[in-house]
């Protein structure tokens, strides 16, 4: 099971990227996954979770209504839409992946594998 996160680089305030998590080991349409970030300084947090099953999906607060997951299972990946950045937004981001129940989806013990991180950098 490996899971490998890409797509971050430097964006000035207000712009987009689109960050991207490739599974390979398994079919990342049948297990849940999810975005988190850490920035320097501070703890991880949850950004955004996608259930293994019926699609569901939950964001942060602090990132609901710009930022938008989804799942493309032909090319077994997942990806992070993030539109109007902001500086608070810079951070080292992970994807992470549950083969069993997920209780508390911004929980990282929550999680048996990650990627490694891709690092957003808001600035202008």
């Known amino acids: 099971v490996q899971l490998q996160a890409s797509g971050g680089g430097l964006v000035q305030p207000g712009g987009s990227l689109r960050l991207s998590c490739a599974a390979s080991g398994f079919s990342s349409g049948y297990y849940a996954i999810a975005w988190f970030r850490q920035a320097p300084g501070k703890e991880r947090e949850g950004v955004s979770y996608?259930?293994?099953?019926?699609?569901?999906?939950y964001y942060a607060d602090s990132v609901k209504g710009r930022f938008t997951i989804s799942r493309d299972n032909a090319d077994n990946t997942v990806y992070l839409q993030m539109n109007n950045l902001k500086p608070e937004d810079t951070a080292v981001y992970y994807c992470?992946?549950?083969?069993?129940?997920?209780?508390?989806?911004?929980?990282?013990?929550?999680?048996?594998?990650w990627g490694r991180g891709t690092l957003v950098t808001v600035s202008s």
């Open positions: 992470a992946t549950a083969l069993s129940y997920v209780g508390e989806w911004f929980q990282g013990y929550e999680y048996d594998y």
């Open positions: 996608i259930s293994r099953r019926d699609g569901n999906t």
